[in-house]
T-cell receptor
Framework: DGGITQSPKYLFRKEGQNVTLSCEQN?????MYWYRQDPGQGLRLIYY???????QKGDIAEGYSVSREKKESFPLTVTSAQKNPTAFYLC???????????????FGPGTRLTVL | QKEVEQNSGPLSVPEGAIASLNCTYS??????FFWYRQYSGKSPELIMF????GDKEDGRFTAQLNKASQYVSLLIRDSQPSDSATYLC???????????FGAGTQVVVTP
């Protein structure tokens, strides 16, 4: 059963804590993405990775970090430097742009992070 | 900054009518365009993509693209209450597949 999984579904963070959100895909996609969505707003790109061991900052990378040690996995850490982390976090994957004209992105179910 | 603009709505549509959603984009070089549907509290789901000028139909959905006017639209025919959702327009902004999303249009189908 192919797809993208994210865990946990809900996450609560105390002030000053770092937390890590998991994203795993078994679609054999090269590219993976992290987005943040605030209520009533569209998706904003945090980080993206086109190949293993390489990633680039998106539009709102400050206060976040990522790693891409395996093709299937792209975890996101929300650090204490992120001042307003309460949001809905979405992971997506696609074929690499160099391999496909289409590049449709498919999304995982999301993680809802709340700061206490 | 490359921009994608959508009317936020809500767009109220009677059941059985046609819902018409619009999206404009600023980057004239954009080649690929996507429509996602997002139910409240859920993640976006891809419903249509289009690359060529003109219309593309898939079931009750029709995507329309006019690159000269930098305009892409989505028509939903025979609207059903299950079509009530937010529809996100996305534009591919580089050769690697990076997307720029609009803020979305909320559609409410009334029985």
């Amino acid at each position: 059963d192919g797809g993208i999984t994210q865990s946990p579904k809900y996450l609560f963070r105390k002030e000053g804590q770092n937390v890590t959100l998991s994203c795993e895909q078994n679609l054999n996609h090269d590219a993976m993405y992290w987005y943040r969505q605030d209520p009533g707003q569209g998706l904003r790109l945090i980080y993206y990775s086109q190949i293993v061991n390489d990633f680039q900052k998106g539009d709102i990378a400050e206060g976040y970090s990522v790693s891409r040690e395996k093709k299937e996995s792209f975890p996101l850490t929300v650090t204490s430097a992120q001042k307003n982390p309460t949001a809905f976090y979405l992971c997506a994957s696609s074929l690499s742009g160099r391999l496909s004209v289409y590049n449709e992105q498919f999304f995982g179910p999301g993680t809802r992070l709340t700061v206490l | 900054q490359k921009e994608v603009e959508q009317n936020s709505g809500p767009l109220s549509v009677p059941e059985g009518a046609i819902a018409s959603l619009n999206c404009t984009y600023s980057d004239r070089g954009s080649q690929s365009f996507f429509w996602y549907r997002q139910y409240s509290g859920k993640s976006p789901e891809l419903i249509m993509f289009i690359y060529s000028n003109g219309d593309k139909e898939d079931g009750r959905f029709t995507a329309q693209l006019n690159k000269a006017s930098q305009y892409v639209s989505l028509l939903i025919r025979d609207s059903q209450p299950s079509d009530s959702a937010t529809y996100l327009c996305a534009v591919k902004i580089d050769s690697w597949g990076k997307l720029q999303f609009g803020a979305g249009t909320q559609v409410v189908v009334t029985p």
